[in-house]
């Protein structure tokens, strides 16, 4: 079959590099790709937005299945169009859910009244929206810090902002209705209660009745070494994390994977694609901090390495409704992945320069995210550069893999945090535990 991958950062080169793996596929086209993933597949140069071109790319180049990578097409409508097109009805299958339950990433309100709907666990919350800066400030008066908030729309992974100060919880909350710090997508603020514990990254597939679970990851969203700093991309991620014992994971399918699913169902949405369960692990109980409607970046680099089924396979299921008679087989081994990125990421960084060594690493993946060709040498184009995943035999050989390889390549400017996976390796894994997932 012809597949289409919509996307061009790590997570996209990561998909390209499992796609195409498969006995499945006859040709991968990739739009936009980057140099990295244009290696396992056909770059191409699609306007979304410009359905009639899309509508007949789609047709000439017989693609049976869409993938699409990142949230905003999917929140867009992207699917929809696909979807409700005659000319494509029932020829193509979208990897990813329409706009209406794309609302689970797209609305951080939509998502909690979801949850609080469906008993599954989360934060206790409250939504203002503009013209109520006065009861927000009332409310953040009665709570306890800290104090947690997030614009309700997309916000490039900036729309949160945790913090023991009442005065800058205020003034958070007043920048955000007032449009000034995300625009639209803060004008609607929900203000949360503060969960202390650790994270976890759960993941699963869907056609919309069955689901499968994919390997959990922890990632790591702070700039600087210890979790100082600003939020980002991420900048790092474990699979399978140490803590996420079966136990755990039993508890994660029962209480929130299948009644997410359920819930989808029972409110008549339908789901076809990745569900990205941003997880808080409070005394060994999960909780939902929030939900994304694809995979996570970079925690697919590190998850998908582990995936010894066939993704297309999986994709198959979807599109034919028979995901429930796939098998997903993991590798037990652990991957840690570590992020290079540009000095000054996530605010002001250079781009142009020259990126060296990638031919030596030879006992890691390297997935690239920011980078271009500038004549014939690969240079940086973004924050985040490329991202370096290796394997070990446990979490410690695992970490010391992917330094070895991730200090094989350098440019200038290059930054990374130096301590992936040491807050893990530091964690008394639970007495009794069976292997994590």
Do not use: C
Request: proline share 5%.
């Amino acid at each position: 079959m012809n597949v289409l991958l919509i996307g061009g950062g790590g997570r996209e080169h990561a998909m390209a590099w499992k796609i195409a793996q498969s006995s499945l596929l006859d040709e991968l086209f990739i739009s936009p790709g980057n140099p990295g993933s244009q290696r396992h597949g056909r770059a191409v140069d699609l306007d979304l937005n410009d359905h009639k071109t899309l509508r007949a790319f789609l047709l000439e180049k017989r693609i049976r299945i869409v993938v699409v990578g990142p949230e905003g097409p999917l929140v867009d409508g992207l699917h929809d169009r696909i979807a409700d097109d005659p000319q494509l009805a029932g020829k193509v299958t979208v990897i990813g859910p329409r706009k209406e339950a794309a609302q689970l990433e797209g609305s951080k309100d939509f998502a909690k009244e979801f949850m609080f709907r469906h008993n599954i666990p989360t934060a206790a919350h409250r939504t203002f929206v503009k013209g109520q800066l006065a009861e927000a400030v009332e409310h953040l008066e009665r709570m306890n810090p800290p104090y947690v908030i997030k614009a309700d729309g997309l916000a490039a992974g900036k729309g949160v902002v945790i913090t023991s100060d009442r005065k800058e919880a205020a003034a958070t909350v007043k920048a955000m209705l007032e449009g000034k710090a995300h625009g639209a997508a803060g004008e609607r603020v929900v203000i949360e209660q503060f969960l202390n514990g650790v994270e976890l990254s759960a993941f699963l597939i869907t056609d919309g009745t069955a689901f499968k679970m994919l390997p959990s990851a922890k990632d790591y969203k702070r700039i600087g070494a210890g979790d100082t700093g600003p939020n980002t991309g991420g900048m790092g991620a474990v699979s399978p994390v140490p803590f996420a014992d079966r136990d755990l994971m039993q508890k994660v399918h029962d209480r929130i994977a299948a009644p997410t699913v359920r819930g989808l169902q029972k409110d008549g949405i339908p789901y076809s694609g990745f569900i990205f369960m941003g997880l808080m692990v409070v005394n060994s109980e999960p909780y939902v901090i929030e939900y994304n409607v694809r995979m996570g970046d970079p925690e697919t680099q590190a998850v998908l390495p582990r995936l010894r089924s066939d993704l297309l396979d999986l994709f198959e299921g979807i599109a034919t409704g028979t995901l429930s008679e796939r098998h997903v087989d993991v590798d037990d081994r652990t991957a840690v992945t570590i992020v290079l990125a540009s000095e000054g990421y996530p605010d002001k960084f250079e781009k142009g320069n020259t990126i060296v060594g990638l031919e030596q690493v030879r006992e890691a993946y390297v997935f690239q995210a920011g980078t271009a060709v500038k004549g014939d040498q690969l240079v940086t184009n973004g924050g985040r550069v490329m991202a370096v995943t290796a394997f070990g035999k446990d979490l410690e050989q695992a970490v010391l893999a992917a330094y070895r390889s991730a200090g094989l390549i350098s440019y200038e400017g290059k930054y990374m945090r130096t301590d992936i996976g040491q807050d893990l390796l530091k964690m008394p894994v639970p007495k009794g535990a069976h292997q994590p997932w």
